[in-house]
């Protein structure tokens, strides 16, 4: 081999091994950085990764009938089984009558992280397998604001939940004022309650009257008065509900605070029916803000 030939076999050698000296102390030192978390090297995120999708199928392992809701014989309905919400929804008004689902202090681990679903990117669809069920454009220029009962930001875990939470079946009419003012900030409370009460049922829905005014093209899509909440802690064997005008609310929403029996009341609705009658009555009958966390909105 010639001389020349020769150094340039040594430079190209010396080369490899101060490429692989220097990819070594890459790795270890951690230099790559995930694009999901700038704190984390890549091996990290990979497993991270891995398990946030293994946890965007996250399947609760509760009793699922705490989400049967018995409504009144005379009342129009249509029981709706999505992922993760269901709908009891009225093809007369438009509206639903109520949404219940679960919130699992996992889900909302999920729905907070960094890689959860975005907002944004999602818009509003009718079902076109529920008869009655709105457009989205029904609501265009009416004054009102597409309200979702079972809310975005408990959905964010999953695609395929934060879909069908857009479907115009899980939508009523509110008020910008009432939609983004007390009633964001009870759904906001409920879903930071989740995250130490490991699994909440809550119930969200209109207060149906026979007066409510009318919209949508053909001036039949209901718009409730006022709208309720029922939230229910099965490990902490407690509940709370509320309820609110569909309007500005002049007052804190603690306020509002309020109890099943209460909504039972006004609906005719009988919520949690799977529990055991002593259970349920005492529970239903109980109201008191101060034994759930804290939370103060920010105004």
Same mark, same amino acid.
């Given at each position: 081999?010639?001389?020349?030939?020769?150094?340039?076999?040594?430079?190209?050698?010396?080369?490899?091994?101060?490429?692989?000296?220097?990819?070594?102390?890459?790795?270890?030192?951690?230099?790559?950085?995930?694009?999901?978390?700038?704190?984390?090297?890549?091996?990290?995120?990979?497993?991270?990764?891995?398990?946030?999708?293994?946890?965007?199928?996250?399947?609760?392992?509760?009793?699922?009938?705490?989400?049967?809701?018995?409504?009144?014989?005379?009342?129009?309905?249509?029981?709706?089984?999505?992922?993760?919400?269901?709908?009891?929804?009225?093809?007369?008004?438009?509206?639903?009558?109520?949404?219940?689902?679960?919130?699992?202090?996992?889900?909302?681990?999920?729905?907070?992280?960094?890689?959860?679903?975005?907002?944004?990117?999602?818009?509003?669809?009718?079902?076109?397998?529920?008869?009655?069920?709105?457009?989205?454009?029904?609501?265009?220029?009416?004054?009102?604001?597409?309200?979702?009962?079972?809310?975005?930001?408990?959905?964010?875990?999953?695609?395929?939940?934060?879909?069908?939470? =857009?479907? !115009?079946? @899980?939508?009523?009419?509110?008020?910008?004022?009432? &939609?983004?003012?007390?009633?964001?900030?009870?759904? *906001? /409370?409920?879903?930071?309650?989740?995250?130490?009460?490991?699994?909440?049922?809550?119930?969200?829905?209109?207060?149906?009257?026979?007066?409510?005014?009318r919209i949508g093209k053909h001036n039949?899509?209901?718009?409730?008065?006022?709208?309720?909440?029922?939230?229910?802690?099965?490990?902490?064997?407690?509940?709370?509900? =509320?309820? !609110?005008? @569909?309007?500005?609310?002049?007052?804190?929403?603690? &306020?509002?605070?309020?109890?099943?029996?209460?909504? *039972? /009341?006004?609906?005719?609705?009988?919520?949690?029916?799977?529990?055991?009658?002593?259970?349920?009555?005492?529970?239903?009958?109980?109201?008191?803000?101060?034994n759930w966390p804290a939370y103060y909105?920010?105004?």
């Open positions: 081999m010639k001389k020349k030939q020769k150094k340039n076999l040594y430079f190209a050698l010396l080369a490899v091994l101060l490429a692989l000296a220097g990819y070594q102390s890459y790795q270890k030192n951690g230099f790559y950085k995930s694009a999901y978390n700038d704190e984390l090297p890549a091996e990290q995120t990979t497993t991270q990764q891995q398990d946030g999708q293994e946890g965007k199928e996250y399947q609760s392992t509760g009793d699922q009938s705490l989400l049967d809701v018995k409504l009144p014989e005379r009342l129009d309905n249509e029981t709706v089984h999505y992922k993760a919400i269901t709908v009891y929804f009225n093809k007369y008004y438009r509206v639903p009558n109520c949404v219940a689902y679960e919130l699992t202090s996992t889900m909302t681990a999920m729905a907070d992280s960094r890689d959860a679903e975005n907002r944004a990117d999602y818009k509003f669809e009718r079902d076109h397998n529920v008869k009655g069920c709105p457009d989205w454009w029904d609501y265009k220029d009416s004054g009102y604001t597409r309200g979702h009962m079972a809310p975005a930001m408990d959905m964010r875990w999953n695609k395929t939940a934060m879909e069908q939470c =857009f479907l !115009m079946t @899980n939508i009523c009419p509110q008020l910008d004022e009432m &939609n983004d003012g007390e009633w964001r900030h009870v759904e *906001e /409370a409920v879903h930071k309650w989740s995250r130490t009460a490991k699994r909440l049922i809550v119930f969200t829905g209109p207060i149906l009257t026979n007066d409510m005014e039949d899509i209901a718009v409730p008065k006022s709208f309720f909440k029922v939230v229910y802690s099965p490990e902490q064997n407690r509940a709370i509900a =509320f309820v !609110m005008e @569909n309007k500005k609310m002049p007052n804190s929403w603690t &306020n509002y605070a309020t109890t099943i029996d209460k909504v *039972e /009341a006004l609906t005719g609705y009988d919520f949690l029916t799977s529990l055991e009658d002593k259970v349920e009555d005492v529970i239903e009958s109980k109201e008191n803000i101060k909105p920010r105004r």
